[in-house]
């Protein structure tokens, strides 16, 4: 997987389309084209072999305007300052799409969770959260899972906090299990997020879901969910992949088997019934639509012109870069931005964050009932600006969330 252009460049890229498209006012432009706050953690942790490494951490917060920040942790080997600043900034804009009362956050640790152990991953989450306590908190920022991080995760992030206050504290982080606080749903509502917008997208452009193929990349929380559930949709999902390469069967993968295949071997690699692909050839396969849920800068100007899905939906984050995008609209292709496609995960992480703060829980029909609606209406908001402006569901995406955000900063003005 190639690194790509730098994804906060990205990121303010997309940001200055939309800023140019909305004349926006010269204070809000240069507030919101920013980060507003960093916290770069170094810190120690015990290894099993009784050595201590050290590893680095970030937690950033993007905007605040609209309410507390909120977005997930990644652990992954690559993760860096600009990814992370990346990532926060397209968490403010999926919240105000989605009329989340939050702003955007991100958080990462340089470090493969592959390579330690149980114990060692706990130690980690639990001196990561210590340093990073200075600044969530269930009124202030709530982290979450995302690329390397799970329940587990949050349910470490959740005691440590909480040993911190001394009592508990379920609303710091959500994704949690469902024991301690968790939401019905939570684990696969991005992918269902991902689901309903592909079905979404596929009337829009009169393909009947039937007819459909699918190639997924990534085949993690994201990716291995979508998959599910678009499956169990009736739509034909031929192609998934994870970080050892991918497999493709043009009559169809049957997911159940796939999913029990990477539980029991960890891993797509050896899957029979299938052929392999690499992850590139993965992404030109002829399929109905493309669901990057891996990492980004996967489609860029290096393969945007042999791309021969109908409709991109963005599981994953910064999956494609502003020349890609060009060429992709040039051709036709249908793209559900990220900030779009991928918000699931955070609108069920939300529902999480009222139902701690109430102490009242809802039941799985009702998320996923309330979730279906948020999911359709943002869908039909952004389409419709796409069409009112006769531009593409990024700019589209870009115009809703922007307009929200500077609406909320102007609100506020400038202190002092
Ligand atoms: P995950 O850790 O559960 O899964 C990541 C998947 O990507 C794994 O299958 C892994 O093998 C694969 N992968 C890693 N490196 C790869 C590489 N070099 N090439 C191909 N595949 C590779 O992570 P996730 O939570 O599913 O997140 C995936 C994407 O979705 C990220 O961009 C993340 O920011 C985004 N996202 C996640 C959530 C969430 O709720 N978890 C919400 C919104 C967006």
Redesign the pocket.
Same mark, same amino acid.
Request: aromatic share 4%; charged share 10%.
């Given at each position: 997987?190639e690194h790509g252009p730098d994804p906060f460049v990205t990121a303010q890229r997309q940001f200055d389309r939309a800023a140019d498209y909305l004349n926006l006012d010269p204070a809000a432009r240069t507030v919101l084209r920013d980060v507003q706050r960093v916290l770069e953690v170094n810190f120690p942790v015990h290894m099993d072999d009784g050595s201590i490494r050290l590893f680095k951490g970030y937690r950033v917060q993007h905007n605040m305007h609209r309410g507390p920040t909120k977005g997930?942790i990644?652990?992954?080997p690559s993760v860096s300052l600009p990814e992370v600043k990346a990532?926060a900034m397209w968490m403010t804009w999926?919240n105000a799409i989605f009329h989340l009362p939050f702003g955007g956050a991100k958080g990462g640790v340089v470090v493969d969770p592959k390579k330690l152990s149980t114990h060692e991953l706990e130690n980690l989450t639990r001196r990561f959260t210590s340093e990073i306590s200075i600044i969530i908190g269930p009124e202030s920022d709530i982290p979450?899972?995302?690329?390397?991080?799970?329940a587990q995760t949050m349910a470490w992030m959740m005691d440590t906090y909480s040993m911190h206050a001394g009592r508990s504290v379920p609303a710091v982080v959500t994704?949690k299990p469902i024991s301690i606080g968790g939401s019905q749903g939570?684990e696969e509502?991005?992918?269902r997020?991902v689901m309903i917008v592909t079905l979404e997208a596929l009337k829009h452009s009169q393909i009947d879901p039937s007819t459909a193929t699918v190639a997924v990349?990534?085949?993690?929380?994201? /990716?291995? &969910?979508s998959a599910r559930l678009l499956a169990e949709q009736g739509v034909k999902v031929v192609a998934v992949?994870?970080?050892?390469?991918?497999i493709y069967n043009p009559a169809g993968l049957n997911i159940p088997d796939v999913l029990r295949y990477?539980q029991e071997h960890g891993?797509?690699k050896g899957f029979r019934n299938a052929q392999s692909v690499t992850?590139d050839q993965l992404l030109e396969l002829p399929v109905t639509v493309l669901v990057?849920?891996?990492?980004?800068n996967?489609i860029t100007d290096r393969n945007a012109a042999r791309i021969q899905a109908k409709i991109i939906v963005e /599981?994953? &984050?910064?999956?494609t870069t502003p020349e890609a995008d060009a060429i992709l609209n040039d051709k036709g292709v249908f793209v559900v931005p990220?900030v779009l496609a991928?918000?699931?995960?955070?609108t069920v992480?939300y529902f999480e964050w009222v139902q701690d703060l109430q102490h009242f829980f809802w039941s799985e029909d009702e998320i996923n009932e309330r979730l279906h609606r948020i999911m359709r209406d943002s869908f039909a908001r952004v389409l419709s600006t796409k069409e009112s402006n006769d531009v593409d569901m990024r700019l589209a995406a870009y115009i809703v969330a922007v307009r929200t955000v500077a609406d909320a900063t102007d609100a506020r003005s400038i202190y002092p």
């Open positions: 997987m997930g990644r652990y992954h990532l999926k979450a899972p995302d690329v390397g991080t799970n994704g939570r509502a991005t992918g997020g990349q990534g085949f993690g929380n994201v /990716g291995s &969910n992949s994870d970080v050892s390469g991918g990477t891993t797509l992850n990057p849920a891996a990492l980004e996967q /599981g994953a &984050n910064g999956p990220d991928n918000a699931g995960g955070v992480s």
